[in-house]
């Protein structure tokens, strides 16, 4: 659905008043919905027979339209599902219930004093830590803070205690709100923090609530360009970052997204990505977007639930069930343990996991390169090209290969609406072919956490940010993704070579089924291009039988010289059981390198 229709939803739902001028193209669109600014509301006498909605100040605000549309859709459609998890449904009526009564328990805490004394029953962007596992709880828990006036800061449950410490520290973290699952570890780390700690309460999921949201107060100034989240980056680069996003940032991502993938209010999303990092305002911007969608959580990434929870939407009859999932998005590695996980079923049970992931709308796949071979496998099996494409937590998603249209594999696609990319070289120009990708969007993250030097350094003058990432545009003029410049790019005897393009060969050999390739030192070259190897576990086992390795360097070089440049062959090869990858599946290069560098 297009923006245009987007606003025009949002008439007919009432959030937006008719007399407001339309605008006339889809970026203007983004821009309008930017120019809504401060805002004082105050919902009463709300329930679920009855709403009014009175809006004291004619400026809008995009909180404003936010709340508006929670409590809108709680009110008309009470039985409407927001989220469903551990086979349980809760409404929108619910979650909102649920925020209103963490916004009310923030306000009554004992926080506003320190951050901003003028201002009552509002947290004045105090920053609140908020920790639980992919939950309702965890989404009321956010809208809470934003009711109340606070900075929701994720805390991700990943998180050793050293680097939860540097986060509550860095963003002066005075409160915690986690689930009762957690709350042993967050009262050590609020103990040693001088932190308040609060127990999220858990969002109800039993009958329709009727349960009215009187008075639910939000009479404060928020303006779109004030701090919403922020994201402490996973430290791949160096000490983690906190990344600040603003309403208006997290609004522009949402209107991004609808216009480029089709998000429509049939949509059902399974949701099994980590809360933490990038995905929460992917997730975020899912829930936002008209706020009648569904997400529905499975906190661990599951092989067989995945394709059981596929072959429950569409069964064999090919009839689709009321909560099909219809939407599906996922790292590199889940789409391969998937298709390890088909190839072990049986024919028949392969038949009918098949048929049902290929019913399916849209399935994509982002966070690190996508292999070739796995994109091409999963297209024989469920007959969905993935939709491969490229974000960061600094502006979330910058581009994409088309919903409609050519899918490259290989490549990240275009970028998104109302997105701006350029290539700069080394040199200071910005007509290289191969340079590092600069960003600038709508979406864009407002500044590093108290560190302006960092943030500055970030950026070229016209406001484009660096991605740190080395990138090219291909023929078709799709962009190529070619790894961060700190340990995806090896310089090898005067090359610069991407190590995704040597792992995305090395996959097409049969006996590799994961692979990291980067550039370790080397005294005549400067850096030598080496392999880590994962075989495949049959084809190991028979080479163990005849007393060989599983593959070695000279039947490696051999296959390769067909495929790559002599300088771009692997001159090591190191044969792992795994690799070590974080939560996101990505492996930590710089981290591995440093290790095998010092052995
Ligand atoms: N489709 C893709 N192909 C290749 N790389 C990708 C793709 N999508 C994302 N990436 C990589 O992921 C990075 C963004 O991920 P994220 O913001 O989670 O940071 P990170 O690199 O994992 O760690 P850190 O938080 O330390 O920066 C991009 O800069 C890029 O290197």
């Known amino acids: 659905m297009g923006v245009f229709k987007t606003i025009n939803h949002m008439f007919r739902l009432g959030v937006l008043p008719y007399s407001t001028s339309c605008p006339c193209s889809s970026y203007s669109a983004v821009r309008f919905l930017h120019s809504l600014t401060s805002f004082s509301l105050k919902v009463s006498n709300f329930s679920t027979s009855q709403s009014r909605l009175l809006y004291p100040d004619t400026h809008n605000s995009i909180l404003m339209e936010l709340v508006k549309k929670v409590v809108h859709r709680g009110s008309t459609a009470p039985q409407s599902i927001a989220i469903r998890s551990d086979k349980t449904s809760h409404t929108y009526h619910q979650l909102i219930l649920s925020a209103k009564n963490i916004s009310n328990l923030l306000a009554n805490a004992d926080i506003k004093s320190v951050n901003d004394p003028g201002q009552n029953n509002h947290l004045g962007g105090a920053r609140v830590g908020i920790v639980a596992k992919p939950s309702p709880e965890f989404v009321a828990g956010v809208l809470g803070i934003w009711f109340s006036g606070g900075v929701a800061v994720p805390l991700a449950l990943s998180y050793p205690e050293a680097e939860l410490l540097h986060v509550m520290n860095d963003a002066d973290i005075t409160m915690i709100l986690s689930t009762e699952d957690h709350q042993e570890i967050m009262k050590a780390v609020a103990a040693k923090t001088s932190a308040q700690l609060s127990l999220l309460p858990a969002v109800s999921s039993t009958g329709v609530d009727h349960t009215s949201l009187q008075e639910t107060e939000v009479s404060h100034a928020i303006s779109g360009d004030d701090p919403a989240l922020i994201i402490y980056t996973s430290g791949t680069t160096g000490k983690p970052k906190g990344v600040v996003h603003t309403h208006e940032g997290i609004l ?17 999303f399974l949701h099994c990505l980590p809360l933490h990092h990038i995905h929460i305002l992917c997730f975020l911007s899912i829930m936002l977007l008209f706020l009648t969608t569904t997400v529905e959580f499975m906190p661990k990434f599951s092989v067989r639930g995945i394709w059981q ?46 048929t049902a ?10 966070s690190s390169a996508l292999p070739l071979p796995v994109m091409q496998q999963w297209e024989s099996i469920t007959g969905h090209l993935l939709l491969e494409r490229y974000g960061m937590t600094e502006f979330v998603m910058a581009l994409s290969n088309p919903l409609h249209g050519k899918r490259k594999g290989g490549t990240v696609g275009n970028p998104l609406p109302g997105v701006q990319a350029k290539i700069l070289a080394e040199d200071g120009s910005t007509d290289a072919e191969v340079g590092e990708l600069c960003i600038k969007s709508p979406s864009l993250f407002k500044e590093y956490w108290k560190l302006p030097e960092v943030t500055k350094e970030s950026f070229i003058d016209d406001g484009f940010f660096k991605t740190g990432d080395a990138a090219r545009v291909d023929e078709d003029g799709y962009y190529v993704i070619l790894g961060r410049t700190n340990a995806d790019i090896m310089k090898v005897g005067g090359y610069k070579l991407s190590a995704l393009e040597i792992e995305a060969v090395l996959l097409e050999h049969p006996t590799i089924s994961e692979c990291c390739v980067l550039g370790l030192p080397d005294k005549a070259y400067g850096e030598a291009v080496s392999a880590i190897v994962i075989p495949d576990s049959e084809i190991k086992r028979k080479r163990y039988e005849e007393l060989k390795p599983a593959l070695t360097l000279e039947e490696l070089s051999t296959w390769a010289k067909e495929k790559l440049a002599p300088y771009k062959i692997p001159t090591r090869l190191l044969l792992w059981e795994s690799l070590p990858r ?10 591995l390198k440093k290790t095998l560098a010092d052995q």
């Open 357 to 366: 992931a290929s019913q399916l709308r849209l399935m994509m796949c982002g």
């Open 309 to 354: 929870r596929w072959r429950e939407s569409y069964p064999k009859d090919q009839t689709k069930t009321k909560d099909a999932i219809t939407v599906f998005t996922g790292v590199p590695t889940m789409y391969t343990r998937l298709i390890q996980g088909y190839e072990s079923m049986d024919p028949e049970l392969q038949n009918a996991c098949a």
């Open 582 to 591: 974080n939560a996101m599946g990505k492996v930590n290069k710089k981290e």
């Open 252 to 268: 522009a991502q949402v209107q991004m997204l609808a216009d480029a993938w089709g998000y429509t209010s049939d949509d059902q």
